[in-house]
């Protein structure tokens, strides 16, 4: 499965923003998915994942309250709403996809990649 992320952009503290994800080639509707992402001389970390019919999701605790992960597999999309950003939260997001549908937290448990869309959030 081919996934394209998109809808990064440079936003002000306290503002927000929408990524999609969308999925081609592929059964998208039955993969977990999940987003990621990796901060200038940083490791890449988890931000939120969902299981393949919308019902399970998990977020890292630094986003847990203001982001939201949700999926839409008749357009093959998944969206991640970011709220209240702050200035940690600049990074690339990278969105993946799991053959198992649950939604996971280790980037080991995911078998595509998106090419990433930079978020930038100034204070």
């Known amino acids: 499965v081919q996934l394209q992320a998109f809808g990064g952009g440079l936003v002000q503290a306290g503002g927000s923003l929408r990524l999609s994800c969308a999925g081609s080639g592929g059964t998208f509707s039955t993969y977990g998915m999940g987003w990621f992402r990796q901060a200038p001389g940083k490791e890449r970390e988890f931000v939120a994942s969902?299981?393949?019919?919308?019902?399970?999701?998990y977020y890292a605790d630094s986003v847990k309250g203001r982001f939201t992960v949700s999926r839409d597999n008749v357009q093959n999309t998944v969206y991640l709403q970011m709220n209240s950003l702050k200035p940690e939260d600049t990074a690339v997001y990278y969105c993946?996809?799991?053959?198992?549908?649950?939604?996971?937290?280790?980037?080991?448990?995911?078998?595509?990649w998106g090419q990433g869309t930079l978020v930038t959030v100034s204070s």
């Open positions: 969902i299981s393949w019919g919308g019902a399970g999701t």
């Open positions: 993946a996809a799991a053959h198992q549908g649950y939604y996971y937290t280790s980037t080991h448990e995911y078998h595509y």
